[in-house]
């Protein structure tokens, strides 16, 4: 799904890393959307923040320059979001922000509009401090901790599977028997879909912190979608 925004900042990268190497889940966030490292010429298949600063590092050396820098990393509603603070020199601190898959760079630039931020590193600061100042920080009025996410996305998912099954039953009691047969079977035939959905979610971070939520978010937005539908036939009866 690509990231559907205005241009509203972008960042001075290609001239710093147009000699390193990168792919992988990890995104770098320029303009409207993010890139990966085989976006930008590399063909290296794990691009993490601290290859990331590796690499500038060890290119400004090679230039005879002193580099330094760290990471500053957190899991955020919108995904995990680090931020790569980098010198080299006599030249000026860069901020350059990356993200953790495709899916989250959509969620961080829609955030980071919605709030009327100029730049992603001033965007991460605010998450960031929200973290910083407690274990459960907000963004948007939300949690930033994994397992306060989990939480929050578990009691909308409950939520929104009670206004669905209301609405379900609703339909099967104002349907005559011909329907009812109908919007059963098209109930079979969507938990399925849906099922199958959530199920192959899984690739963007198997095996990481972030599978669980990320399986959780499709599921809950499949549930809203198919609650929709569902109301607007209500509704037109």
Same mark, same amino acid.
């Given at each position: 799904?690509?990231?559907?925004?205005?241009?509203?900042?972008?960042?001075?990268?290609?001239?710093?890393?147009?000699?390193?190497?990168?792919?992988?889940?990890?995104?770098?966030?320029?303009?409207?959307?993010?890139?990966?490292? !085989? &976006? /930008?010429?590399?063909?290296?298949?794990?691009?993490?923040?601290?290859?990331?600063?590796?690499?500038? $590092?060890?290119?400004? #050396?090679?230039?005879?320059?002193?580099?330094?820098?760290?990471?500053?990393?957190?899991?955020?509603?919108?995904?995990?979001?680090?931020?790569?603070?980098?010198?080299?020199?006599?030249?000026?601190?860069?901020?350059?922000?990356?993200?953790?898959?495709?899916?989250?760079?959509?969620?961080?630039?829609?955030?980071?509009?919605?709030?009327?931020?100029?730049?992603?590193?001033?965007?991460?600061?605010?998450?960031y401090k929200n973290s910083k100042n407690a274990n459960q920080g907000t963004?948007?009025?939300?949690?930033?901790?994994?397992?306060?996410?989990? !939480? &929050? /996305?578990?009691?909308?998912?409950?939520?929104?599977?009670?206004?669905?099954?209301?609405?379900?039953? $609703?339909?099967?009691? #104002?349907?005559?028997?011909?329907?009812?047969?109908?919007?059963?079977?098209?109930?079979?035939?969507?938990?399925?879909?849906?099922?199958?959905?959530?199920?192959?979610?899984?690739?963007?971070e198997a095996g990481g912190t972030a599978q669980e939520l990320n399986q959780?978010?499709?599921?809950?937005?499949?549930?809203?979608?198919?609650?929709?539908?569902?109301?607007?036939?209500?509704?037109?009866?």
């Open positions: 799904m690509r990231c559907k925004v205005s241009i509203f900042f972008s960042i001075t990268l290609l001239t710093i890393i147009s000699s390193s190497s990168f792919a992988g889940e990890w995104r770098v966030v320029m303009g409207s959307s993010c890139v990966n490292g !085989r &976006e /930008m010429g590399g063909s290296d298949s794990q691009l993490t923040p601290q290859k990331f600063l590796s690499s500038l $590092k060890r290119d400004a #050396e090679t230039n005879g320059q002193r580099a330094n820098g760290n990471i500053e990393e957190i899991n955020s509603s919108t995904g995990k979001v680090a931020r790569v603070l980098f010198s080299a020199g006599r030249e000026n601190l860069k901020n350059i922000v990356l993200v953790s898959n495709a899916k989250t760079c959509e969620k961080f630039i829609s955030y980071c509009i919605k709030n009327k931020y100029s730049d992603p590193e001033s965007c991460f600061s605010a998450i963004l948007s009025g939300g949690p930033t901790t994994t397992a306060g996410m989990n !939480r &929050e /996305m578990d009691n909308n998912i409950d939520a929104v599977d009670k206004k669905l099954n209301s609405v379900y039953n $609703k339909l099967l009691h #104002e349907m005559t028997p011909d329907f009812q047969k109908k919007l059963i079977q098209s109930e079979q035939d969507w938990i399925k879909y849906r099922d199958s959905t959530v199920a192959i979610t899984a690739w963007q959780d978010g499709e599921y809950l937005e499949l549930e809203k979608n198919r609650l929709k539908f569902l109301s607007s036939l209500l509704n037109s009866n």
